[in-house]
């Protein structure tokens, strides 16, 4: 029997022509399966939209938009045996990179009607739902320096002239990390990145190399340059820590993998979360180990052997054991 499916789509995602976009969809997957679309508007966003659908019981549901769509949609499949289909139509299209889907329509519906899913970690953060990365400092900032205008005028682009613009005002903080209740560490930072999967694009979270979506740990970077030049061999490391799949090696760059963390700063910061500011520190995050089971285009990827940790130069570190 074909698959019962729920295409959720945002006809303001992205660039392109919606309505176009919206019909090639509908002639590459009905032939497939049962399709059943629902249609996202400035009132009624991906997110009760999904929660219907998954009341529903769909074999499948679909999110075809941006990073926000697709996050909102995946908060509601978590725990859940429906697959998530991704067809990204937004500017990063983060999560779908993170996972190698592709975001031709064409490419992106063949992974969907192809049938190969993969069950990743997603995580939880107080009351939202996290698909991909929590920024703390400088990434939190680039987020909202990276305005709409400019992200349709530029694209990804738009994030990284962001990112330049702030490193400029670059500051540290005093940060603690209790990392799975049994330790204490201290530090200063200029960013601290959480992510449970991250494309490579996201250049302060590649301090472990590769982000590992489906290991039921978090992946935590922490970039904590002490000059402008700190902070572009920082950049350089981490982008070559993505590019080749080893872990970063300089001094102002830490890591670890674990998961649950609790993070606390002085002064407080803010969080973004899967590109959303979602508030301020201290903040708890937890990994939901395989939970959410995605459309990919293999079942499995390869995960170097690589170390799990490196902190020992970060600026003010102390570390205590908690009783
Ligand atoms: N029909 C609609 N008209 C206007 N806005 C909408 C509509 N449907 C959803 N939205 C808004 O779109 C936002 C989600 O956008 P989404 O992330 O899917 O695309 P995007 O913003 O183009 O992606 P990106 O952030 O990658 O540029 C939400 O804020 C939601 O309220």
Known sequence: MARS????????????????????????????MELEVRLTSPDVDAAPLARTAVNQNFDLIIAAGGDGTVSAVAAALI???????????????AFANALDIPTSLEAACRVITEGTTRVVDAASCGDSTMILLAGIGLEAETIRKADRVAK?????????????????DLELFSAELEIDGSRKVEFS??????????????????GPAGVIPDDGLLDLTIVAPESTLDIMAASYNLLRSALRGE???QESVGYLRAKHFRITTQPAQRVMIDGELVGHTPIEIACIPHSLTVCT??????????PQERLENLPDLSVRIVD
């Open 79 to 93: 725990g859940t045996s429906i697959s998530l289909g991704v067809i990204g139509r937004g500017t990063a299209n």
């Open 189 to 206: 930072a200029g960013a601290i990145t959480v992510a449970n999967a991250a494309p490579a694009t996201s250049i302060l979270a590649q």
């Open 247 to 249: 872990a970063a090696t």
């Open 152 to 168: 349709d005028r530029l694209g990804v682009l738009a994030y990284v002239f962001a990112g330049f613009r702030q490193l400029q």
């Open 5 to 32: 499916s729920c295409l959720i789509f945002n006809p303001a995602a992205g660039q392109g022509d919606s309505e176009q976009e919206l019909q090639t969809i509908c002639q590459l997957l009905s032939p497939h």
């Open 297 to 306: 285009p293999q079942s499995d990827m390869e995960r170097p052997e690589q």
